[in-house]
């Protein structure tokens, strides 16, 4: 062996199916001295990787997940280490048949092919299934096996013959060493090993469930936590032995019983999600020494198993006799929200995570974080849900990790709304109303750590004044309320007050801000101060990073409005890019002030109660921020108007100090008592008013894999300043109309093959040509629902998808799936389908 | 002042793990201030006394009665608690092996003293210390051993078997035990050569292939290796699932839990699943081209190399060591 | 055919075995528990001699409240009764376990009758005392033999064989007899997955015995200085042909 490297561009730590791969990756775009360092031996490390179930199910709700798992799946083709078995998701109960139907309506939107078949074609494919105990199935004919262990020794060895890479088996990572880079950001230096120090410009931590011990070390965080999952391999079993092969019959997923079964040989492999949530930390994994087996192959704990075992001899009689040969606790990682961490870990500047990726999408999550380290973004997949940086401090402590992990386990197989709310550690960060809202009985929905009322119970005679109904499928029903369709039309009508405490705020001060503010953003900063530019932050590759709200508060001072849900993944980005000369200073006061927003035809009414100011668009144009002073129950608060509708009715945000936000909520409130006033919720807010103006949300409609061009928010003009992705922008345009639109679409009849009315959630469904065929672009792009709500005051279902150009004209007519049914969808505009003209807004 | 050191024989063939307990309790004795003396029990036993001398014993007391007609575990142990109570033995001992263990229990529990097995180390005081192997080695015991008479074996190779500096003066004893019916009746009464096949679950040498053999055909070498040491062939799951082997042969969780004295795993990276099924084996020597292969990191013993040149070249060493 | 067999917990460890702080026991955090292997082969025995004799089997275990683990898995591959003697302390010495394991088939051979064949293992994977089996034995008056690689019963008698170099001894044991049983003897059958369910369900008796303290006292569990976990590296290629020879000779497979 050659003497202990001491230097290298990148030392990728963990050698499971992601740190083989990653080092391929790098190596296939061009980076040399890599290093790839584990504490275990090779092929197999003693990770997850070892004895994961090795099998794809590329049909995903989520869009990269499904996306990523099929990009694995034709990686691990490519390499021949991979059979196409085809998978089985059986039902026991009505409602799993309904998650099924939704499970092809997915199928359809990925374009994967799938079949819904009756517990005797079940039966016909795998003659050992009981088909009394099932309602039916859901095929997937190209799910697949894989070889993850011989998949890693393949990248290693790509990456070795064509970039030089260096690997180090049985070498254990003792310290991750930083320095003080430019700027004083922390940066990563070394790596320090029980063979030696490894000085280098890039570490990535691709260690599986220990990834956050070892991403501490350089005081960072990799928010995880190691997670049983139960497997045993029981057989021998004839029929199975028969086919000669590693599996010859589709694997079935019982999801009723968060079971799988799946033939490995002549025994079949039986694995749980279906008992308690047992989580352990990283410390109490023992070494590759201390293990009876490997580490992550922990004692099998059998009575947590017998439940499973019962339900899985219901479903394959033949295996109450087989043989429990092998069984374990095998751990594999779980993250808060279920989404992996990829990217740059927002401490450490050059330390990356590629962590809590499971061998399905193992070689996609590698080829992303690659594309990453190289352009800056990545390529082949807009991954923000995966952006390790969405993550909030509160999100990171293993009280909290636990407490997600432990609730979500059971949901691994399970039936999950796309609304569905968490259960524990809530209340974590709510607003300065938020006792005012409780007592006006708010449903809240929590935005990664924060609470948002989505409605007000208290508006429950809403309901009755504008005769709405419930909706008549439960599902339609979860998790939503026809109060939002009252307070929506109420605000309409009236006027609704809407809490925006969860803004995210920023501020850059110093003479170098409005420079740097103009790098990030595609429209100009430099404006008269006074004046907010909503403008789309891009990626290098000219795709959307960001969309959002820029203020211009000062001469050398710019506010930053985000979202909640990308507070984390902007803040990193502004501090990434941030000037290392101390010309520019960052601030995050998304606690030291608090928005109110208040709209609807008697918004100046209300609020010109509490000020003399000249409300209307000459005092206080569209746009416009005007500092000023409301009297809040007998005393003057600092305000600052900026006069906006995301709603599409006029009004504002009303900015100000924290503290002084309930004053102002009761002035508001006490204001518009007699004007109707409501307290109104993000149904409205965040769906159903914006949904009928046609506004794009950062994450729905706008993502890393469109453009400003595409999503219909590119300008008149490109501004002369450079900015992020500028090249990239100017060369879309240059190619001429964009070739899909962002469009709204009507649905034209919502009765459902039973009769019922039906309301698409706006979970990634097709919009299908009238033929039933999939519409997709020259990139690969599926048309799909990217947001869906009902428009109470345009009457119809509304659904927002991009078409392409010559789909996307108003009068067009389509079909959307939903459930596995069809219905008539109509292109409604490319724009606002209420008030186009925004005269409401505006006037 | 006595201790007594038990010296295994198979019909008057000296066992050499008897002259580790000479070693060890020559040693032992002197520190203690006692005699060493050897025990001989049974027919033959007189034929190999004539090493024990060289090795420290300054008497040897030869049992001998007419149902000693081979080993027996009770007669042995019953004859051996008779002369420890006539001489007054200070102490008992034996090597730690089968036998010498389950002799030394039977003393033990003749005597309701107490019987601390596979010693690497004894003090003696007035209540002796010891230490003792545990978990096959992996792990050592201190214990304390309080006792009117003092029974202990030595762990087997805990001392390499050496001459005394000067050859003891050693007389011969006789020694007639008073033995019952039931003393004698787990006297061994036959000896067989096996005669039914080997199989992988009972096979002393398992010679294991995997993915690197290549072939069916690759096998031929390994069977060839295993033929000339008296073994089995096995394999690993990757093989069975190229058909290159019936899957009788796979050795791990869902074949063959295996237990040789030693396990040659050629081309086998050492999957956790078949590790589960060779991890049993007293010893393994991996050849793989890996050094790193789980394999190689696992087994006590390996040689870096393609089997496909290794097998061969063993097979033939072997063979011209047997002449 | 009655046939009792006695067992005993013991950690699964890796290569490296901690050891806890006092030095009193093994630091079992990251292991599973499994019953000691010779006695699991004694479980297998039991249970096809009795599958062959119309017997029943026993199996008793003095252990903590836990081992009631360790009896169900051999409920569930084929064992028909269940008793534990619960303890609280680290490990029983050898003469304390014996004095308790007597009373307890003594009390057991009285209500529900004697045994015909009781099974040990040759020494527990874990203290390795070498004794427990012979000192039952002898408290009880019966033959016992150790090291048993092969049993067959004909007309009240065991013949019992064990290894020997380049073949077996055997014994003609009187029944009721005492066999100390060794791994290989069998290959023990893996719990079904309803005989794991139905071991569920099964009776575990519980019956608190004490027994006075034997003259061998832990003082500390320790590793051994030198580790042999490290690979030994016989050589590279052909060349290390005689290395591995050597070896062989060594370990007596040269035969």
Known sequence: MSEFPNRANVVVIGAGIVGSCLVGHLARLGWTDIILLDKGPLPNPGGSTGHASNFIFPVDHNKEMALLGEQSANQFRDMDLSV????????RTEERMEELRRRMTSAKAWGIEAHLLSPREVRELVPFVNDDVILGGFYCPTVSVVDSLETGTTMRKEAIDTAGCQVYANTEVLDIETVEGDGGVTTVSAVVTDKGTISTDYVVVACGVWSNRIANMAGATIPLVPTVHQMADVGPIDILAETNNEIGYPIVRDMDSFCYERQSAGSMEVGSYGHRAILHHPDEIPSNEEAALSPTEMPFTPDDFDEQMEQAIE???????????YAINGL??????GMPCLGETTEVRNLWSAAAVWVKEGPGMAQVVAEWMTYGYPRVIDAHGADISRFYEGERSDEHIWSRADESFIKTYGIVHPQEQWGGRRNIDVGPYFSRQ??????????????????FGSNADLVERYGIEERPVEWDNRWWSPITVGEHLNLRENCGLVDLSAFQVYELDGPGAVAFADQLAVNKIDVAVGRSIYTPWLTPDGGFHSDLTMMRMGEDRVRIVTGVFDGGRDEFWVRKHMPTDGSVTFHNITRQVTTLGLWGPNAPAVLGQLTDHDLSQNGSSYGSIVPIQLACGGRMVDASLFRISYVGDTGWEIYVDWDNGPALWDALMGAGADLGIRPTGGGVYGSSGRLEKGYRLM???????????????????????DFIGREAYLAARENGDPEVLMTVLTVEDQTDSHGRRRFMQGGNEPILLPDGGRIVDSHGRASRVTSAGFGPSVGKHLLMAYLPRELAIPGTDLQVMYMNDLYPVAVASTGAVFDADDTRMKS | MTLLILCDHDRGTLAEASLEALTFGRDLAQRAGLTCEAVLIGDGAESAAGPLAAHGAVRVHLASHAQLTDYGPEAWGETLTQLARSTGATAVMACGTDRGNEVIAHVAARLDEPFVANCIEVTPGDTWTTTRVQWGGSLLEDATLDAGQRLVTVAHHAVEATPADTPADCSLVQFTPDLGEEATRTVVRDRVVLTQGITLATAPVVVGGGRGVGSEDGFAPLEDLAGALGGVVGCSRAVTNNGWRPHSDQVGQTGTRIAPEIYI????????????????????????????????????????????KVIPAITEEVARRKG | MRILVCIKRVPAPGSRINVCDDGQAVDTAHLGFTTSPHEECAVEEAVQIAEEHDGEVTVLTLGPAEAEEQLRYAASVGAHKLVLIPIVDVDWDPQRTASALTTAISDLESSEGPFDLILFGNESADAGGFQVGIRVANALGRPVVNGIKGIDLADGT?????????????????MPAVLGVKEGINLPRYPTMKGRLASKKAEVSSTTLEAPTGGQTRVRLHRPVEQVSETVILGTGPEAAPAVVDLLEELGVLS
């Open chain 1, 84 to 91: 196409d078995c085809g998978g089985i998701e059986v039902a």
């Open chain 1, 315 to 325: 479903l394959m009689d033949m295996l109450g006799e087989a043989e429990i040969r």
């Open chain 1, 332 to 337: 594999l990682s779980l993250t808060p929200d």
């Open chain 1, 438 to 455: 409780q007592d006006l009985d708010a449903m809240f929905f929590q935005a990664r750590t924060w609470e948002r009322p989505q409605w």
């Open chain 1, 699 to 721: 994450g729905a409609e706008l993502e890393s894999e469109y453009n400003p061009l595409e999503a219909g928010l590119a300008r008149p003009k490109v501004k002369a300043a």
């Open chain 2, 265 to 308: 795993a050629a081309g086998i990276s050492g999957a956790i699943q078949h590790w589960v099924g060779a991890m049993a084996a007293k010893n393994i020597l991996a050849v793989n081209t890996d050094a790193e292969a789980n394999m190689v990191t696992k087994a006590g013993y390996a040689v870096i190399g393609d089997l496909h």
């Open chain 3, 158 to 174: 065991a013949s019992a064989r064990r290894e020997i170099d380049g073949g077996f001894e055997v014994y003609e044991v009187p």
